[in-house]
């Protein structure tokens, strides 16, 4: 059975810095392309970012470049986002997702394509 389970999540200042893990089971990291999202109160869920299957190619969406940074550790089968210069607007809760359907050096930040989804963690960030 797939799992996923996110954790890490919490308070911090603006400015400041969490790091976000995701545990994966019943399957490995190296199989599936996996997405970080969020969803912020009384705002639709968005994509942070994602890491393709195999190769590891990892995208970015705009509004976390140069702050956020996904990174995996296949021997512990878990992600890990990297959270730096937090912004209050980075509020939210937090998520991780696998895609499935694998398609090399591929991944999206379209929570459409997911088909496996974790229990969120939320953050925190005050100004």
């Known amino acids: 059975e797939v799992q996923l389970q996110a954790s890490g999540g919490g308070s911090a200042q603006a400015g400041g810095s969490l790091r976000l893990s995701c545990a994966a089971s019943g399957f490995s990291f190296d199989d599936y392309a996996i997405g970080w999202f969020r969803q912020a109160p009384g705002k639709e869920r968005e994509g942070v970012g994602c890491i393709s299957s195999g190769d590891g190619k990892i995208f970015y969406a705009d509004s976390v470049k140069g702050r956020f940074t996904i990174s995996r550790d296949n021997t512990k089968n878990t992600l890990y986002l990297q959270m730096n210069s937090l912004k209050p607007e980075d509020t939210a809760v937090y998520y991780c997702?696998?895609?499935?359907?694998?398609?090399?050096?591929?991944?999206?930040?379209?929570?459409?394509?997911?088909?496996?989804w974790g229990q969120g963690t939320l953050v925190t960030v005050s100004s």
């Open positions: 997702a696998a895609d499935t359907l694998v398609i090399p050096s591929h991944c999206s930040i379209a929570s459409y394509e997911y088909d496996y």
